[in-house]
């Protein structure tokens, strides 16, 4: 069985993650964009920390016979693999996108130096 | 019709098959309007449709989204001195020969922004598909709670603005998808917002850009920015010049 107070601490720690994302989206540091999957993050990882049964019920399923909460670290890892994939996938989008820019600002740049030469 | 200086602000992706009419007919309504198209990264001819019809065109180096580019629009009419602006969309969804009644009402100095609204009236005309209907009227009420003041169509991008209008816009206005969250900012700002009924007509080519799994994404960001944003405070507006 999960002990109490690791229930207790987890939906805790889910909870400050989830009012820590509002506020960043709050005071605009972090587009909506960006936030569903780390608010999808937190409300699993709040989900499965309180609902007591349903995480011994799932670690039971998945062949964890000891110590559930293991199903936490494990559920925990795999968003926050989901979020740095995403997050290389945007990263990738924006370097695109700055040497777009790079070389636009350079053509425009040529453009208006040959203009003012002549 | 009047001596304001105004302009047209037309948002299009891929549209070479819809621009060219929609700029006619937009000069067609009103020969003193000026059209500013903004190409938000087509891959068609677009841009070249348009300039060759005599639209000012701002193209976008990459997409930027609707939101992205209507503001380059609100930008453009900004520093260029406007004060009054329609926006019109590039598939030809909005019909300019009903230009006169979203810009009655900020003419009269009625109110700072008018939005066309499918819903305000039975009238015949495009309405969109069921399951968008029902998650347009979920957004309408719960705009129209958040503003204490009726709105039938949320997400209608056929508007007028005033200065002020144009003003704030400029400064601020929301990412992705910006119709339902504009509104509620506009209200915060105690700008005067109404809605006038229009019809509005299928889309004359291309596609919408707003697909099936993408309206999951749009609800969802959509309500969370509604949530959000109802606990965030006004943003000072851009000062004049």
Redesign the interface.
């Known amino acids: 069985m999960t002990p109490v107070t690791v229930s207790i601490a987890a939906s805790l720690a889910s909870i400050i993650l989830l009012v820590i994302v509002f506020e960043l989206i709050r005071s605009r540091r972090l587009r909506e964009r960006y936030a569903l999957l780390w608010l999808l993050t937190g409300v699993v990882l709040l989900v499965l920390s309180a609902w007591r049964d349903g995480l011994n019920t799932i670690a039971r399923w998945v062949g964890v016979q000891t110590y559930p909460p293991a199903v936490l670290f494990a559920v925990g890892s795999l968003f926050i693999l989901a979020v740095l994939l995403h997050y290389s996938t945007v990263i990738s989008k924006l370097s695109d996108q700055s040497s777009i820019l790079a070389q636009r600002v350079a053509l425009l740049e040529t453009r208006l130096n040959e203009n003012g030469s002549r | 019709m009047s001596s304001l200086r105004r302009i047209a602000i037309v948002p299009a992706l891929n549209e070479e098959g819809a621009i060219g009419r929609v700029v006619d007919e937009i000069r067609a309504y009103d020969p003193g309007l000026e059209i500013v198209v903004i190409d938000d990264g087509s891959v068609d001819s677009t841009t070249d449709v348009a300039r060759e019809h005599g639209a000012h065109v701002l193209r976008l ?2 997409n930027l989204g609707i939101g992205g580019s209507v503001q380059t629009g609100f930008r453009y009419a900004y520093e260029n001195g406007f004060e009054l602006a329609v926006r019109a969309d590039g598939d030809g969804q909005h019909d300019p020969a009903q230009l006169g009644a979203v810009l009655e009402p900020v003419l009269r100095g009625e109110v700072d922004i008018a939005v066309g609204s499918r819903y305000l009236e039975r009238r015949e005309g495009y309405r969109s598909s069921v399951t968008r209907r029902i998650g347009i009227r979920l957004l309408a009420r719960i705009v129209s709670a958040l503003t204490r003041q009726r709105i039938t169509d949320p997400t209608s991008g056929f508007q007028a603005l005033n200065r002020k209008a144009i003003t704030l816009f400029a400064a601020d206005y929301p ?2 998808y910006p119709e339902v969250e504009a509104l509620v900012m506009v209200i915060r700002h105690r700008l005067r917002l109404k809605e006038v009924p229009v019809s509005m007509r299928p889309r004359a080519a291309g596609r919408s850009s707003i697909r099936t799994l993408s309206s999951v ?1 749009y609800m ?2 959509v309500l ?2 509604l949530f ?1 944003g109802s ?2 405070r006004n943003v000072v507006p851009l000062e004049e010049k």
Request: a positive charge.
């Open positions: 180096p990459f990412h992705d994404y969802v960001k969370l920015a959000v606990f965030r």
